[in-house]
Structures are given as C-alpha cells and as structure tokens.
C-alpha cells in the first residue's frame, strides 16, 4: 500500500472495539448472568422481556455516547432496571454490575487478524503504541483484563479509556490525553487507527493527525468523511504510516 505524505509516525493509537478486538462476544453471557440474578431475586423476567431490555438500553447507550454524555455499569444497570420495572434492590443491583465488570470470557474474543505482530513491529521500529477507546457498558478494568490474556496489554505505552478520561471520541480531549500519555509527539508524526468515521476518523482529524480506518472486522458504511488511509490488515500498517 502507498505511504501517504508527511513525516514517519512517532506515535499510533488504536480504538479497541472492531479494531484490536471483535464486538458481540459479551452478550450471551451478561444475559444469562443478569437472568440468573433476577431471578434469585425473586423477579419472574422471561429472557424475551430481558433481551428486549438490554436492546432498548443499547440505543439508550448509543444516545449519551453520540451526545459525548459518559455512562458508567451502575448507570446502565439502572436504567436497564426501569426499562423492565424491576425495582432496583442494592444486592442485584451489585450483581448486575459485577456481571458488566466480569465480562466474558476472554478465550471466545476473536482478536483482530495480525495486531500483535503489527503492535510488536511498531514498538521495534521506535514508534510509541497507545489505546483510545469509548468503553460501551463494560469498564476500561475489563478491557485491560482481556488484553491482557491475550499478551497485548503490554505492547502499549498509555491508553485513554472514556470511563477515566470523561469523553468520548471525538472529543479532541480523549486525543489530546492521549498525545500526553505517549510523550507529546507533534500532531504530523501521530496517528490513529480506527473502524468508525464519526468517531476515529473525525476524531484524528479534528487532532491534526492522520486517520487509518481499519475495516478488517467491520467496513462502516457511514455517508461521511473517510480516513487519510483505509486497511484491510494491519499488516498493511507500518508501510501506510511510512514506517
């Protein structure tokens, strides 16, 4: 693939979801998690009435995350509690939450085709590694865990998770958070690698860096601007970013 113009890259951030790791392995498992407990608490909630629960609480989510309103597990337990009016009793309420912080199982996660070996090439040529992530329901403390067990964790250098930065891409402060925690690299020599336009892509750009739109896992079909380079693989990284 051809380098785009600029100087090499001194730093590159990664979106977690779609581009380090596939989305959808939670689901199953915090349903029946959630089941389970609304049940020991004596709630007869049908899995339908829950799945359409944890459905309408997904577009809720998506609302305060495109009005860049940061959402915590207790909040959307909450919620998910009115949306099926379940009086919100402390005990499941903890429970419910411990499940959105558990997770899932790390070993059903399909990680992205080539990120290790691409994230070891980048730290061997010099180049700073670092995370820019919205979290959706689950916290930043469960996505470092299932980095972790497939050895990728310690590949970065920084990360900025909206649950400790306070923003969601593209909000320039969760890009800006993220240039200091790898050192201050000068916007043409950054960039970061992402799946969504809105949010990736906007959000580099807005930052003065250069945008890779990473579709290896998803292809948005979003109408609005593309990135600086689009890849299949990220294999294809280091030669896109002239390294």
Known sequence: MGTPDGPPVEAVTFDFWNTLVAEGAA???RTRRWLASLGDAGHDVTQEVLERA???LWSWFVGQWEGNRVVGPREAVLRALELMEVPPATVL???M????EEGTDPTQMRIADGIGDTLE???SAGVRVGII???GLSPSTTLRRYLEHHDLLGHFDGWSFSDEVGCYKPDIR???HAAEVLGGPAPARTAHVGDLRRTDVAGARGAGWRSVRYRGLFDDPA???DADVVIDHHRDLLAALGR
Do not use: K, Q, S
């Open 174 to 176: 969760i890009f800006g």
């Open 93 to 95: 309420v903890d429970e």
């Open 121 to 123: 090439a980048l730290r």
């Open 54 to 56: 944890m459905t309408d």
């Open 223 to 225: 109408e609005l601007p």
């Open 27 to 29: 689901g199953p498992h």
């Open 97 to 100: 939450v411990d499940a959105l």
């Open 133 to 135: 992530c919205d979290v």
